[in-house]
Nanobody, 115 residues
């Protein structure tokens, strides 16, 4: 059974940083690209970025490019999202999923950017 457990969210002031983790299980993690998504209240879930299966390539959406970094540790079946220079509009629940995705999303981790 594919599972994702996201962690590391919290409350941070604008301009601050947070590091998120997503522990995956139930599939051969090292064979799949992984993506981070986020969903703000009243909005659709949106893609934040993707990392290749070996970690050598990452793609981030324009709104977070240069501020967020995705990495992974295949030995730990974990993908990370380092978020710097956080803005109010980064507030959302953050999720991870493999590529191609599965329907069994994790519970997500709440990130709140507020002064």
């Amino acid at each position: 059974q594919v599972q994702f457990v996201e962690s590391g969210g919290g409350l941070v002031q604008p301009g601050g940083s947070l590091g998120l983790s997503c522990a995956a299980s139930g599939f051969l993690f090292s064979r799949y690209p992984m993506s981070w998504y986020r969903q703000a209240p009243g909005k659709e879930r949106e893609l934040v970025g993707t990392i290749s299966f070996a970690g050598g390539n990452t793609n981030l959406v324009r709104s977070v490019n240069g501020r967020f970094t995705i990495s992974r540790d295949n030995a730990k079946n974990t993908v990370y999202l380092q978020m710097n220079s956080l803005k109010l509009e980064d507030s959302a629940v953050y999720y991870c999923n493999r590529v191609p995705g599965v329907a069994s999303w994790g519970q997500g981790t709440q990130v709140t950017v507020s002064s």
